[in-house]
């Protein structure tokens, strides 16, 4: 199995829409290593607009997006699935 | 950093927005409905043989516990709901520009529209006893100005007024820097008043007139009419496409269409019940009138914009004249605005407790702070400015095409372009 780096932003409590603009920049940044595979992106935000929007917004890039809430923030798992 | 390959199996966890929370949404409406219901059928024998028999003080003795529980409630469906749909006046423009996105903005047209709806069948039909609404005033050329500013005051505090009551309320600090902001800058709007006021002055037109229909000389519905057909083929044709509704990820979401309709609903529950729809500014000036008279009595004294008495108006069910401004008194503007201004906040914190996402963080980037405080400041200025803010005005003037609303719109805009600019090149980079 390939090691896949994660690489984790924390953007929780930040100033609206600062977890979308971080996550498509950041998306937009890694694009060649998320879609060769080595490389999946962990956003940590409390932010429940940007939440509900960052899926459609990679799914349109060709990436897959786990959302999962721990507590009181949404963790978004971005990957080329 | 070694990281865990995903899960086969696992692609997205969807959490479809209908089974709970329209339930929980539809479950609020009956009571809402309900607790009015109550309160009038209350408030209706206890305030009627008050009036026969008392009059002046002892109305509003009756009066006030009616506004205040009104206020609160409305306040509090208001924040819940604006909590679990993401609904943000905001995000509606500045999505616009920052990603090219129109959905919010069609929901703030669904919601804008369903209000011309209510309110005009509630004119019709005499539940609506003032119209236009009380704090509305004749339109200004100068109105643009304070929209444009506001416009780019409410991108940089990440919500407008009542997003960030409502954010607030779920803990979140940039919020509530914004709203010290919009205290600081009902302040030093209070500075420049006397300026504003000639200036706001020369540029009024069509005195008198408040609303298109009035400046036509033409009835109501027949506006009303003209914009409810142009947009229900167009709502048809976007329901089709099923663009009305968004996929959700986040727990105890609620379609903003549904939120939508249930704020209109609240709006006219308020026309109704306490006279005008949700309006919420005026109650900054009067924090900062507070603090100031506190702190510098003898400034206080001399500001005329303080002393004001801007609204007037008899209330639509006790018939209690109601008499109140930005001053540092507890008035017919604090009865009003209060109670609304505290529910909303409640309704984000209850929203958020129940679903465990209260949380307060502090460690943000500085220039994060210093976005919304100016945001803040810059709404503060200019709500007083263009008489209004963007709720009342797009939630309350333009379901009844207040002139000043329209304008106030055409600056909002431009305002949050350029404060979309501002944002991106400035503040998150």
Same mark, same amino acid.
């Given at each position: ?81 | ?250 727990? +105890?979401? &609620? ?7 249930? %704020?209109? @609903?609240? $709006? !006219? ?5 306490? #006279? ?119 939630? +309350?003037? &333009? ?7 329209? %304008?106030? @719109?055409? $600056? !909002? ?5 350029? #404060? ?10």
């Amino acid at each position: 199995m390939e090691n896949v780096q994660t690489i984790e932003f924390d953007i929780s409590g930040q100033i609206c829409p600062s977890t979308l603009l971080v996550a498509l920049r950041e998306i937009n940044r890694n694009i060649n290593e998320l879609n060769a595979g080595r490389v999946q992106l962990v956003f940590k935000t409390d932010n429940r607009d940007c939440t509900n929007t960052i899926p459609e917004a990679a799914g349109n890039m060709g990436l897959t997006v786990d959302v999962r809430k721990d507590d009181s923030c949404y963790t978004i798992l971005v990957y080329k699935g | 950093m070694q990281g865990r390959p995903p899960e086969t199996g696992n692609s997205l966890t969807r959490h479809k927005a209908p089974a709970t929370s329209v339930t929980g949404a539809l479950l609020c409406l009956p009571t809402i409905l309900n607790a009015f219901k109550l309160i009038c059928l209350y408030c209706q024998p206890v305030l009627e043989f008050e009036i026969r028999i008392f009059t002046g003080r002892d109305q509003l003795m009756a009066t006030t516990p009616f506004m205040l529980l009104c206020g609160t409630l409305l306040g509090l469906a208001a924040g819940f709901i604006m909590h679990r749909s993401d609904f943000c006046l905001a995000g509606m423009f500045r999505d616009l520009f920052l990603f090219r996105s129109a959905f919010k903005l069609r929901i703030l047209l669904l919601l804008i529209i369903t209000s011309t709806i209510l309110f005009e069948i509630a004119r019709l039909t005499g539940l609506i006893r003032i119209y236009p609404f009380p704090l509305l005033s004749s339109p200004s050329l100068a109105a643009p100005l304070g929209g444009m500013l506001f416009g780019i005051g409410m991108v940089l505090a990440g919500g407008c007024v009542v997003g960030s009551l409502y954010k607030t309320g779920t803990g979140s600090v940039p919020s509530l820097v914004a709203l010290a902001g919009l205290v600081a800058g009902s302040a030093i709007f209070a500075e420049i008043a006397p300026w504003w006021s000639s200036v706001n002055g020369a540029a009024i037109f069509l005195k008198g007139k408040i609303t298109l229909a009035e400046a036509l000389g033409i009835n109501p519905s027949v506006p009303a009419g003209v914009a409810v057909a142009a947009a229900l083929p167009c709502f048809v044709l976007i329901c089709r496409r099923g663009g009305w509704v968004r996929p959700t990820y986040t727990e +105890g979401a &609620l379609q903003p269409w549904l939120a939508a309709l249930l %704020l209109a @609903l609240i $709006g !006219l529950i308020s026309a109704i019940a306490i #006279g005008m729809p949700m309006g919420i500014t005026t109650s900054y000036a009067k924090a900062a009138a507070m603090v100031e008279a506190a702190l510098c009595p003898a400034h206080y004294e001399s500001l005329k914009f303080f002393q004001a008495m801007p609204l007037q108006y008899t209330h639509p069910l006790t018939g209690t004249l109601l008499r109140g401004g930005p001053g540092k008194e507890l008035d017919a503007v604090a009865l009003v605005q209060f109670p609304l201004i505290l529910g909303i906040i409640a309704g984000g914190a209850l929203s958020a407790s129940l679903l465990g996402e209260f949380s307060i963080r502090l460690k943000l980037p500085p220039r994060q702070y210093l976005s919304a405080a100016v945001g803040g400041i810059l709404m503060g200025l200019a709500s007083r400015m263009g008489a209004g803010c963007n709720v009342w005005h797009l939630l +309350g003037g &333009l379901p009844i095409m207040a002139l000043q609303s329209v %304008l106030f @719109l055409v $600056g !909002l805009l431009p305002g949050a372009w350029l #404060g979309t600019r501002l944002l991106t090149r400035f503040v998150i980079r």
